[in-house]
């Protein structure tokens, strides 16, 4: 396509003339630099190429392994890497490839994806790719594992079955995936789109995730939670994500912890947000569909088929809040957001202060974890936190209450009874000395106070003693 052409198009579906190379390069740096951790780069590099330069000497087994050779021969990588990309359709390095890649990623701004740059290329899936197992399914097609025969990489094909896909939506989920791909916390989707020779299906190719989604390794845990450590771990990585789909101005509608897919074996080190299919801009009308999750917010479940909603980053929030409590208790809050689901219902009894009592699968939940809830989990979505706000609370604060031991309360006891034994007796041997050294004069109440304590104190004394001698004469 000419270059005249190719802004025809964009003003077609815009509505307004397109940016020119340079601009849309330079937002999309800025973009970039946006990212958390990640240092500004310079413009001939790839966004996408760093951080898979570092990543990929571990998947390729062919490739150069050690980080010695990676760095003082990176040019030479870089051209190995070349080659197997282009045939993999993972974006290249040469400045030629660079400006393919941007120009792509401009396809973003066609208005409803229904109109591609590039045109969706014909695979002969044997040829190229040995497909194995399937890893997933989801409402719109299923995603398998595969191998790149040429370069024994292993990598996952999401495919979407034809005719139930319609074209635009394939082209919208492949813009957002690749457009979303730098972020260091999002699945890495490669350069192209394709359908099989048999005309059976479109797909595109993502880095494969070696191990599980959280789904997977909460129910691992039987119901008790990742623990706090782990869970601030996952959301300081899907916080980074969201945070910047939000800036973007993007919703990713579909938040769930099967999106979130955890790559090492046991320290939630490497976390990525995936599945951009329901992915919306902001202020987008979109069409209810009829299916209702655990993740769904208030305002979703009271919607009817086909009703018509405003697209709102605080539908994500809401999901957040869900996937945050699902991580430390190993099980959703309710099964619906509806008063017709009765711990759902109680949950807003509470927040209303309708009802005082906190629902008791609040109640391990410190007070900052409980703000972040009510901050989240609100039916008034125009009070939900931003991404960043959680962000902040999760990293910062504590989020269960301290934890007592069944015996503490015995200890606790014991100490209390020691200290005021000796307040007692350094009391008597000063003979008064508080009042007299003009310490406050103690009231009737005060006085009947101390000599219950001291009472209390000394029968707990006694009680320790005996227990001391019970077990001393046990072990003799
Ligand atoms: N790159 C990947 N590597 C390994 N497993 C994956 C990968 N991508 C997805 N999966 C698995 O496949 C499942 C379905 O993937 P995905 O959510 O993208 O499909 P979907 O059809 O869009 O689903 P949904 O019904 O949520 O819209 C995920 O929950 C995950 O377990």
Redesign the pocket.
């Given at each position: 396509m000419t270059p005249e052409r190719t802004r025809e198009v964009f003003q077609m579906f815009n509505g307004k003339p397109t940016r020119r190379k340079s601009e849309s390069g330079h937002h999309h740096r800025m973009v970039l630099n946006q990212l958390q951790n990640h240092p500004p780069r310079n413009s001939t590099q790839s966004p996408q190429r760093q951080p898979r330069l570092s990543e990929s000497s571990a998947e390729f087994p062919n490739a150069p392994g050690s980080a010695l050779r990676r760095n003082s021969t990176e040019t030479h990588v870089f051209a190995n890497r070349t080659h197997i990309h282009r045939d993999i359709n993972v974006p290249a390095c040469s400045n030629e490839d660079e400006r393919v890649s941007t120009t792509r990623r401009n396809s973003l701004f066609v208005k409803r994806g229904s109109v591609t740059m590039e045109p969706i290329k014909k695979v002969d899936l044997e040829e190229v790719y040995t497909v194995n197992k399937?890893?997933?399914?989801?409402?719109?097609?299923?995603?398998k594992?595969a191998e790149h025969k040429q370069s024994k990489q292993r990598?996952?094909i999401?495919f979407?079955p034809r005719p139930q896909t319609k074209q635009a939506d394939f082209v919208r989920?492949y813009n957002y995936s690749f457009f979303l791909s730098p972020h260091q916390n999002i699945?890495d989707t490669y350069e192209g789109m394709f359908q099989s020779s048999d005309d059976t299906a479109f797909f595109f190719v993502?880095?494969?995730?070696?191990r599980?989604?959280l789904?997977?390794a909460v129910e691992a845990t039987n119901q008790a939670g990742i623990g706090e450590a782990n869970t601030k771990k996952v959301f300081a990585a899907v916080l980074s994500a969201i945070e910047f789909m939000h800036d973007e101005n993007l919703v990713h509608r579909?938040l769930?912890a099967?999106?979130i897919?955890i790559f090492d074996a046991n320290d939630y080190s490497k976390v990525k947000v995936?599945?951009f299919?329901?992915t919306r801009k902001v202020d987008t009308t979109v069409k209810y569909l009829e299916y209702v999750n655990n993740y769904h917010a208030a305002e979703l479940c009271d919607t009817v088929v086909n009703e018509k909603l405003v697209v709102n980053k605080s539908t994500d929030i809401w999901a957040l809040g869900i996937i945050f409590f699902y991580c430390m208790k190993g099980k959703f809050p309710w099964q619906k957001a509806s008063i017709m689901c009765k711990p759902y219902w109680e949950w807003e009894q509470w927040l209303k202060r309708k009802n005082p009592a906190l629902p008791k699968k609040f109640n391990p939940f410190s007070e900052k974890a409980l703000k972040l809830f009510k901050k989240s989990l609100t039916p008034r979505f125009k009070d939900r936190w931003s991404a960043k706000d959680m962000r902040k609370c999760l990293a910062k604060e504590k989020l269960l209450k301290s934890v007592k031991r069944p015996d503490e309360d015995y200890y606790v006891m014991i100490d209390t009874a020691t200290k005021s034994n000796r307040q007692s007796a350094a009391s008597t041997s000063a003979g008064g000395e508080n009042q007299e050294a003009g310490g406050p004069p103690q009231t009737e109440q005060g006085k009947r106070k101390s000599t219950l304590q001291q009472w209390i104190s000394t029968t707990l004394t006694a009680m320790a003693e005996i227990s001391e001698q019970v077990v001393s004469a046990r072990d003799d």
């Open positions: 399937q890893l997933g399914t989801g409402r719109f097609g299923f995603i594992l990598i996952a999401k979407f989920e699945i993502q880095e494969f995730c070696p599980a989604s789904r997977e579909n769930k099967e999106n897919l995936t599945d299919g329901l």
